[in-house]
C-alpha cells in the first residue's frame, strides 16, 4: 500500500505540473495564428510586435511543457509497469502517433516559425504557427483518447491477461472522448484569454506600451468571455454523460449517499466518509436531476447502492472515489469558471463604454485573476483522474494491480524527491524567463525569438 500511496503522490504532482503548461500551449498557438493572421491581411507593424511579444512568452511556455512531460512517460515504466503490461498494446498506439503525427509536427514548424521571420514569405510564416495550432491541438486529442479509454473501455478484448486492441475506430470515437476533448481545448483557450488579457491589463495599468496593449487586451477578453461560456457547455454535456455512464463519479461529485429521483444538487456539504453520509448539507431540490435529463425528474443513484452493485459484480472491495475530493474540486472548479465568465463579461462591457482603461478596479482583478485558469484546469484534472478511483482502467485492473511489482517505497521516495527538486528548478527558471520578458515588455529593440529558443537551450543544457 505504501508503494501505492507514493507512486500516486508522484503521478499526480508530476502530471499536475506537467498540465500547467498544457493548456496555455493549446489556446496560446491559436492566438498567436489569429495575431499574425492579422497582421498579413492588414500589414500593421502593430500586430507583428504583438505576435512577437506573446511568442516569447508562448516558446516559454512550450520549452516547460515538453520538458515535464517526457517524465509521463517513464513513470509508466518505473511505478506502474504492470498496467503498462495489461495496457501497452491500446495505450501505446494513441502515444505513439501522438509522437509521430502531432509532436514532430508541432516541433518541426514551431522551429520553421522561430527563425523564419525574416527567412519565410509572410503568408507562409503564418501558415507555420496555424499548423503549430493545430498540431498541439491534435497532440491533445492523441493523449485524451488514451485516456479516455482508461475512463470508459472501448474497442478491446482480453487475451492472455492482457488488453488487445481489436477496433481502432472505436478508439477514436469513444463518446468519453468527444465530451472530453471539446473542454480540454476549450478549457486552453479560456487560459490564453486570461493569460493575455491579465498581462495586457499589467500593461494598462502601467500606462506603457498602450497601442499594442489596447489591442491584446480585445483579443484575450473576447477569447476569455467567448470561450467560458463554451466551456460551461462542453462540461454540462460531460455531465450528462457522467450522470448515465459513470454513476459512481457523478455521485462522488455530489456527495451523494442514497439514491434520490429527483436528486438534489447539494451547494455545500460536509462528508462523513466513514459512515458514508453528510452530517450537513445546502442544496437545491431536483437541480441534480435536472443537470443529468433536463427536466426535475429521473432518479440518480447514491454511493452505496453503486458499491452494493459493484461488489456483486466485481467481488469485495471499496469502490467509492475520494467523495470530499470529488465534491470540492468540482465546486473550485465551477466557481473559478463563474469568476472568469463574470469578470469578462464586466469587462467587455467596460470596453464597449471606452472605460476600461480608467477602471482600476476591473483592470486590477484582470491581473489578479491569472490563476483562475490554472486552478480549474488542475482541479479539473484531479476531479477526472481522481473520480475513477480505485481503478485505474475502469472495469478493468485496480490500482493495486498496475503497481510495478520489483519497487521499493525507498525507490519511489528516490525518484519523487528528485523529480520535484527537478521540477523546482525548471520553475524558477520559467518564472524568471516570463518575469523578463514581461517586464521587458515588445521594445524597439528586443531580442529575436531565435535568440530566446538560443538562450532557453543553454539555460537547459
Known amino acids: 500500500m505504501e508503494e501505492i500511496l507514493l507512486g500516486r503522490w508522484q503521478f499526480g504532482i508530476t502530471t499536475v505540473y506537467h498540465f500547467l503548461f498544457v493548456p496555455l500551449t493549446l489556446g496560446l498557438s491559436v492566438l498567436l495564428a489569429i495575431m499574425e493572421t492579422m497582421y498579413v491581411q492588414t500589414g500593421n507593424e502593430l500586430y507583428k510586435k504583438m505576435t512577437k511579444f506573446w511568442g516569447k512568452l508562448f516558446l516559454v511556455n512550450f520549452a516547460m511543457g515538453v520538458a515535464t512531460g517526457i517524465v509521463q512517460e517513464f513513470q509508466f515504466g518505473m511505478n506502474w509497469a504492470e498496467y503498462s503490461r495489461f495496457m501497452g498494446d491500446i495505450f501505446g498506439a494513441p502515444l505513439a502517433l501522438e509522437a509521430l503525427t502531432a509532436f514532430f509536427l508541432e516541433s518541426t514548424f514551431l522551429g520553421l516559425w522561430i527563425f523564419g521571420w525574416d527567412k519565410l514569405s509572410k503568408k507562409m510564416h503564418m501558415t507555420c504557427m496555424w499548423i503549430v495550432a493545430f498540431s498541439s491541438n491534435l497532440s491533445a486529442f492523441w493523449i485524451l483518447s488514451a485516456n479516455s479509454f482508461m475512463q470508459s473501455p472501448v474497442g478491446y478484448s482480453l487475451q492472455n491477461g492482457r488488453a488487445e486492441m481489436v477496433d481502432f475506430p472505436a478508439l477514436i470515437t469513444n463518446p468519453y472522448l468527444w465530451g472530453q476533448f471539446p473542454h480540454t481545448v476549450l478549457g486552453g483557450l479560456v487560459t490564453a484569454g486570461v493569460f493575455v488579457a491579465a498581462i495586457s491589463a499589467y500593461y494598462l495599468l502601467k500606462q506603457r506600451h498602450l497601442e499594442i496593449f489596447r489591442s491584446s487586451v480585445k483579443i484575450g477578453l473576447a477569447c476569455m468571455f467567448i470561450s467560458t461560456f463554451l466551456v460551461m457547455g462542453t462540461g454540462h454535456l460531460q455531465a450528462q454523460y457522467l450522470g448515465k455512464h459513470q454513476p459512481m463519479k457523478m455521485a462522488s461529485m455530489e456527495s451523494l449517499w442514497e439514491t434520490a429521483s429527483p436528486a438534489p444538487f447539494a451547494i455545500i456539504a460536509v462528508t462523513d466518509e466513514v459512515n458514508k453520509r453528510n452530517t450537513s448539507e445546502v442544496g437545491i431540490p431536483g437541480a441534480l436531476s435536472l443537470l443529468i435529463y ?93 473520480g475513477r478511483q ?43 524567463l516570463v518575469r523578463k520578458f514581461v517586464l521587458a515588455g515588445p521594445v524597439e529593440h528586443q531580442p529575436s525569438l531565435s535568440g530566446v529558443a538560443k538562450k532557453g537551450a543553454t539555460l537547459w543544457n
Open 294 to 386: 433536463d427536466k426535475m425528474e429521473g432518479e440518480v443513484k447514491g454511493l452505496n447502492e453503486l458499491q452494493a452493485a459493484a461488489e456483486a459484480k466485481y467481488g469485495p472491495g471499496n469502490y467509492m472515489p475520494p467523495v470530499s475530493q470529488s465534491f470540492w474540486s468540482f465546486r473550485i472548479m465551477v466557481l473559478a469558471g463563474l469568476w472568469m465568465a463574470i469578470l469578462s463579461a464586466w469587462s467587455l462591457l467596460l470596453l464597449y463604454k471606452n472605460k476600461l482603461e480608467t477602471n482600476t478596479t476591473v483592470l486590477t482583478l484582470l491581473l489578479w485573476s491569472l490563476p483562475m485558469p490554472y486552478i480549474a484546469n488542475s482541479t479539473g484534472w484531479i476531479l477526472t483522474e481522481g
Open 390 to 432: 480505485p481503478w485505474i482502467v475502469v472495469g478493468l485492473q485496480k490500482l493495486n494491480a498496475a503497481i510495478s511489482t520489483n519497487l521499493t517505497s525507498l525507490d519511489i521516495w528516490i525518484s519523487l524527491i528528485g523529480f520535484t527538486v527537478l521540477y523546482g528548478v525548471l520553475a524558477i527558471a520559467s518564472i524568471y
